[in-house]
C-alpha cells in the first residue's frame, strides 16, 4: 500500500490559504457590479425565450437588456482613477 504522508505536508499548506478574495479583489467586484447585473438581465430574458418563439414584448426585453449591459460597459470603460475613489493598487 502506498503512503500519502510525504504528500501530506503539501496538502496541507495549499488549504491554509482560506481561498477568500482579497480587499483589491472585492473593490474590482464592486466596481464591475453594475455591469454583471446588466448581464444578469440580459440573460434571464434569453433563457425566457428558450423553447418558445418569442413574442415582440420578448425582444423588446432583451433589446432594453441589451441596451444597458452596453451603458453599464460604457460607464466602467470610461471610469477613471481620478473619478473612482475606491481604486486601491491596481488590481483590476
Known sequence: MKSIAALHAAV???AALDGEPSDA????IEREL?????DIV??????MTIGRTPSE???QRIRRARRRVLAARRDLANRTPATDSTVS???A
Open 42 to 47: 440580459l440573460l434571464d430574458a434569453q433563457i
Open 57 to 59: 414584448l420578448d425582444h
Open 89 to 91: 493598487g491596481g488590481a
Open 12 to 14: 496541507t499548506a495549499a
Open 34 to 38: 453594475p455591469v454583471i447585473l446588466a
Open 25 to 28: 479583489e472585492l473593490d474590482a
